[in-house]
């Protein structure tokens, strides 16, 4: 497994969840990033995205002002923020890489890991 993500949990709704995404043995630096999310029987759904500056972010409609994307460089790490949480966030997060700048489709991007649960309750 090349990148690991964790910090999924059980919240209410309104609450705040920060997820992380750490590269084991792969440096994320050259690539652009994104988190997923996935509920049982459904295509998996691009919920953000950042570039490898850092910068120009991506948000699903759905998230946009209450989900922020970010990434440390020193800490090969990116950073999934979440706020005013809904139950409709509750899914598997999955963070992946790719190597074409901007993308958003799923099928452009790798190294899934094995994702982490957040639940949110109603």
């Known amino acids: 497994v090349q990148l690991q993500a964790s910090g999924g949990g059980l919240r209410q709704a309104g609450g705040s969840l920060g997820l992380s995404c750490v590269g084991s043995?792969?440096?994320?630096?050259?690539?652009?990033m994104a988190w997923f999310r996935q509920t049982p029987g459904q295509e998996r759904e691009l919920v953000a995205a950042?570039?490898?500056?850092?910068?120009?972010?991506y948000y699903a409609d759905s998230v946009k002002g209450r989900f922020t994307i970010t990434r440390d460089k020193a800490k090969n790490t990116m950073y999934l923020q979440m706020n005013s949480l809904k139950p409709e966030d509750t899914a598997v997060y999955y963070c992946?890489?790719?190597?074409?700048?901007?993308?958003?489709?799923?099928?452009?991007?790798?190294?899934w890991g094995q994702g982490t649960q957040v639940t949110v309750s109603s």
């Open positions: 950042i570039n490898r500056s850092g910068g120009s972010p």
């Open positions: 043995k792969l440096t994320i630096r050259p690539y652009h």
């Open positions: 992946a890489k790719s190597l074409i700048p901007g993308s958003t489709s799923a099928s452009n991007f790798d190294s």
